[in-house]
Each structure stands twice: as structure tokens, then as C-alpha cells.
């Protein structure tokens, strides 16, 4: 059974950065998508995005050119750095394994707002 660990979520101004991360535990991290989901209020789950085994990204159209998924294989961790953050971007953040997820976090917020 894997365990995903979130951390780096919290309160941020408009524009500003943050990186979230996530550490896997178990074995044949590599093999794995691992993916970056968020849910805001009243609205569904979304994907952020994701990143194969390959190192092929995938990303919601609303964070293009902001948001960037990388992996660590080594360390098993996947992040998520943000730039540009706007206030839409206020959402719990979860981090999943496989694309669609297998296995989910249990979630950090993020909240932008002035």
C-alpha cells in the first residue's frame, strides 16, 4: 500500500509562488504517473498535472505556462512548483499516483488572496 505525503501548501498573494511536494513511500516509484489533482469549493476534482514515467507532461489548460511538474526518482518524490498564482488557484492540492489516479494524498491547501 503507498503512501503520499503532501507538504509546502499555505497562504500566498496573488502572484506569488509555491512549491508543493509530495514523498511516495513503497517501491517501483519510476514506473508509476504521478499526478497533481486539486479540488476548490464547490466544484470537482481537476487535474493539475501530471507526468508519465517517461517524463511526458500533461496540464489543465488553466495553469499553462505557470505550473511546473518535475520528479525525483531517487528521493520518490514528485513537486509541483507554482508561479503566477492567482486567486483561482485556491484549492486543496492532492497528489496521486497513476493517471487516473490509483492512489491519492491526503491533501494540502493552497490559498491565494490579498
Known amino acids: 500500500q503507498v503512501q503520499l505525503v503532501e507538504s509546502g501548501g499555505g497562504l500566498v498573494q496573488p502572484g506569488g509562488s509555491l512549491r508543493l511536494s509530495c514523498a511516495a513511500s513503497?517501491?517501483?516509484?519510476?514506473?508509476?504517473?504521478m499526478g497533481w489533482y486539486r479540488q476548490a469549493p464547490g466544484k470537482q476534482r481537476e487535474l493539475v498535472e501530471g507526468i508519465t514515467s517517461g517524463s511526458s507532461t500533461k496540464y489543465a489548460d488553466s495553469v499553462k505556462g505557470r505550473f511546473t511538474i518535475s520528479s525525483d526518482n531517487a528521493k520518490k518524490t514528485v513537486s509541483l512548483q507554482m508561479n503566477s498564482l492567482k486567486p483561482e488557484d485556491t484549492a486543496v492540492y492532492y497528489c496521486t499516483r497513476g493517471l487516473p489516479p490509483r492512489s491519492w494524498g491526503q491533501g494540502t491547501q493552497v490559498t491565494v488572496s490579498s
Open positions: 513503497g517501491s517501483n516509484f519510476s514506473i508509476y504517473a
